[in-house]
């Protein structure tokens, strides 16, 4: 099994309120996104903090499902550092150039090749993306845990928040617990302008990248091919996976790459499908341990209540 190359730390610092009511070990692709805003948890603290926290747990998610959306969001977010023609707003998984040559995006034209390149790719150079990384790496170091938090399958998230919302007093639910059921199409249209015009997410990753009118650059160069499907016949996109994809639905006008990912996110399972023992041997090899720890978590009640936290929650102990 390749080592994980990337520097991470997610097995020992937890996202946390300024109260330290609730924390949370993120797992990419596990719902900490959506988690973190509806709760206010903006603060980072190392695990040697832990104890100071009132209501510490996580979540994980069924391997294969949570490894076919990596795929998407690798695809949404990958560039090279070294080759500008992959800069673009909001993307934020660097990889090396060797990496993202070795995906060719130009020639993958079904689904199916894009799930098979992706399983390559790890094997070829291990777990090179946060969001594929398994998350049995960022609960557990060298069969040590650092904490025992209470462990939930990601569907179970709602009524974990309402458990907290209920659970915390007034002043601190007032303060911290920012729930938002659903963002208003005015919402979206704002978060798509940030993320168009910041560039935070890539300087974080790379300091070689400080020509930010490549990024706008490539941006606007997109935009015909996304509305205007014909435009892709005759061209090769080797340094945008975003229009590469596009090829994929030859018929199809798009105005922003969320509607190619959404639709490729439905893609992608039917592909899993279609080569599905071929992905189970895959997942066996590479996220043994996940599947373990999630068959471990299934043998407990599958549908939790509110009344059954914390007292009938397993800890992340019982399933590793």
């Known amino acids: 099994m390749p080592d994980y190359s990337r520097v991470v730390s997610f097995y020992n610092n937890y996202l946390t309120n300024n109260s330290l009511t609730i924390g949370l070990i993120a797992i990419p692709k596990c719902g900490s996104t959506t988690f ?119 569907k179970s998230m709602n009524k974990v928040s309402k458990y907290l919302i209920n659970s915390l007093d007034q002043k601190n639910s007032n303060h911290d617990l920012q729930v938002l059921n659903a963002k208003s199409v005015k919402s979206k249209r704002i978060i798509l302008i940030k993320e168009l015009f910041s560039l935070e997410k890539i300087f974080r990753h790379s300091k070689n990248i400080f020509i930010k009118p490549h990024m706008y650059k490539n941006f606007l160069k997109r935009i015909p091919y996304l509305i205007i499907p014909n435009l892709r016949e005759k061209k090769e996109f080797n340094f945008d996976p975003i229009l590469a994809l596009s090829r994929l639905y030859p018929k199809t006008s798009f105005f922003s790459k969320r509607e190619i990912l959404e639709i490729f996110y439905k893609d992608i399972f039917v592909a899993a499908n279609e080569i599905s023992n071929e992905l189970d041997i895959f997942l066996e090899n590479y996220y043994s341990k996940d599947l373990l720890m999630y068959k471990k978590l299934c043998t407990f009640k599958k549908e939790i209540s509110i009344q059954d936290i914390p007292d009938k929650i397993p800890k992340l102990k019982d399933v590793i």
């Open 36 to 154: 973190r805003s509806r709760h206010g948890l903006n603060k980072w603290i190392t695990h040697e903090e832990h104890n100071k926290i009132k209501n510490l747990i996580c979540f994980i998610r069924d391997p294969k499902k949570r490894f076919l959306s990596s795929i998407v969001e690798t695809i949404g977010r990958i560039y090279c550092p070294e080759i500008k023609q992959t800069l673009y707003p909001g993307v934020d998984v660097s990889v090396s150039r060797e990496i993202f040559e070795f995906f060719n995006f130009s020639s993958l034209l079904t689904p199916k090749e894009y799930l098979k390149k992706y399983m390559d790719a790890i094997k070829k150079y291990g777990f090179f993306d946060d969001h594929n990384l398994p998350m049995y790496n960022c609960l557990v170091k060298d069969n040590n845990t650092f904490s025992n938090p209470l462990i939930f399958d990601v």
